[in-house]
């Protein structure tokens, strides 16, 4: 489901952007998409929620890397 616009950030490069939020898998994380500046997929929603759900991120990050 598209949720609108929010800000990520790259885990990688601490680059913050703005990009289409999608939930993820039915649930209430947001699906975690492309740095414009680095390529990595290891983004999150910037701001606290996003920090507090960092580990549940890396194994979304984990499945990604390894499809």
Do not use: V
């Not at 950030?9 to 209430?28: L, P, Q, S, V, Y």
């Not at 983004?43 to 991120?57: L, N, S």
């Amino acid at each position: 489901m598209l949720l609108g616009p929010i800000q990520f950030k790259c885990t990688t490069c601490g680059h913050k952007f703005e990009g289409m939020a999608t939930e993820f898998r039915a649930t209430a994380l947001i699906y975690p998409i492309t740095c414009p500046k680095c390529n990595s997929i290891h983004t999150r929603p910037a701001g606290i929620q996003g920090w507090f759900d960092t580990p549940k991120y890396r194994k979304i990050w984990n499945e990604l890397e390894n499809k």
